[in-house]
């Protein structure tokens, strides 16, 4: 390993995979913006991040699901030819894969996240919502099943309406609203016959308000960064990835994350999923999503640069915890998240704030950027290897990007 302890952190290079998602746009922006050097890798040269002045160099690489070998034999061949002191999963797929495989990459780069089975734990939602009971962390009522013959039983306990949703997966992939008894066996049912397990959970009422409580753990399990989000707007309209949120304090929600990822031995970034229960007030434990989040861009304009910071732990810098950031931001996915929830909503034309609010001091966009305006070119171009390579055809059947 090359000893970082005098070196400038101008020379530093960062590896960033992943390069197609708006995340990574964030991630190359907030890393690059602080003078770091960004490779960004991605199957696919119409990738949103390779648009960015900030990134130093683009690598088509094989596809790190459909071509799992090859990717890795590529990207450990071109960091032992091109040394680069970080390297950076965005998407979980790629994380698993080379938190499965560190061995192979500990001794050319450093790797800022924790052990494979930590999380595989750690997205396991049954297992996180059994953790944090034990924990005394508020969760919504959770029912396990694990056959198709336990449906029918488990259907008289039920108190409706509820939600279907697969133990191991990302976003509103998957996921059933359920609001009475006939509706349960064929959701129940499409998930097992997916090969996934489900759980089935209550729906807490619709009027409280998600929130996203954003952490980076050090090698030590302690927090060195925090923010608190809560969600505005999001599409799908009855649940999914938001489309505008706020940068806010909710200490409840702050405390219970940060316990509940230290009982879980975690390393890296992550963000804890959570719904204020409008007949309590109290936020319940949704899940915990182990990577990086789609809208990672809030953080980083409202004040906490979570990838500046993580390549710091990586390269053993040490600095203070930033848990102060700028409060009542907002940050918005214009392009075409919060365009379809526009169009969908019944509500549209009282939306709060308005759609057609589009400047302010206060907002900024995952994407829109006038000082780094080519992300918006590659994000209309991105649409093209999306619905017509296979590449992405993985992604097409369950996508559901997080909050």
Same mark, same amino acid.
């Given at each position: ?40 890798? =991605?199957? *696919?040269? !119409?990738?949103? #991040? ?6 130093? %160099?683009?690598? $088509?690489? &094989? ?28 998407? =979980?797929? *790629?994380? !698993?894969?080379? #938190? ?6 500990? %001794?050319?780069? $450093?790797? &800022? ?291």
């Amino acid at each position: 390993m090359i000893d970082l302890t005098n070196k400038d952190l101008r020379k530093i290079r960062v590896f960033v995979t992943d390069g197609y998602w708006r995340k990574t746009v964030a991630a190359v922006r907030a890393l690059g913006r602080m003078g770091l050097r960004v490779t960004v890798g =991605e199957s *696919t040269y !119409l990738a949103p #991040a390779f648009f960015s002045r900030y990134c130093s %160099r683009r690598v $088509r690489t &094989p596809s790190p699901v459909l071509e799992t070998s090859q990717y890795l034999d590529f990207l450990e061949d071109y960091l032992t030819l091109h040394p680069h002191q970080v390297l950076m999963p965005m998407e =979980e797929d *790629t994380l !698993l894969l080379l #938190a499965q495989h560190r061995e192979r990459f500990a %001794r050319i780069t $450093r790797l &800022p996240f924790g052990a494979y089975d930590n999380l595989l734990f750690a997205r396991d939602k049954l297992k996180v919502l059994r953790k944090a009971e034990a924990l005394h962390i508020p969760t919504p009522k959770t029912y396990e099943i694990n056959s198709i013959d336990e449906i029918e039983a488990l259907a008289g306990q039920l108190h409706y309406p509820v939600v279907v949703k697969p133990r191991v997966g990302s976003g509103s992939a998957g996921m059933y609203y359920v609001s009475e008894s006939s509706q349960l066996f064929p959701a129940l049912k499409r998930l097992f016959l997916s090969g996934r397990l489900p759980l089935v959970q209550e729906r807490l009422p619709a009027e409280g308000a998600g929130i996203g409580a954003s952490f980076l753990l050090d090698h030590k399990h302690q927090v060195r960064a925090s923010f608190i989000h809560r969600r505005v707007r999001e599409y799908p309209v009855e649940g999914g990835p938001s489309t505008l949120r706020e940068s806010i304090i909710h200490e409840q929600a702050r405390d219970d994350g940060a316990r509940l990822l230290q009982s879980l031995h975690f390393t890296g970034v992550a963000m804890v999923e959570f719904k204020i229960d409008s007949r309590d007030r109290k936020a319940k434990l949704l899940e915990v999503n182990p990577r990086f989040w789609g809208s990672l861009a809030l953080a980083i304009d409202a004040g906490v640069n979570f990838p500046y910071l993580l390549a710091l732990m990586a390269l053993e810098r040490d600095f203070p915890p930033v848990v102060d950031y700028r409060l009542g931001h907002f940050c918005r996915w214009l392009l075409p998240g919060d365009i379809l929830h526009f169009f969908k909503n019944p509500g549209r034309w009282h939306l709060k704030p308005s759609f057609f609010q589009f400047r302010g001091l206060t907002l900024t966009y995952d994407i829109v950027d006038m000082k780094d305006p080519l992300p918006i070119v590659g994000s209309v171009l991105a649409l093209l290897p999306f619905y017509f390579s296979q590449d992405f055809i993985h992604i097409r059947t369950r996508r559901g990007s997080s909050t």
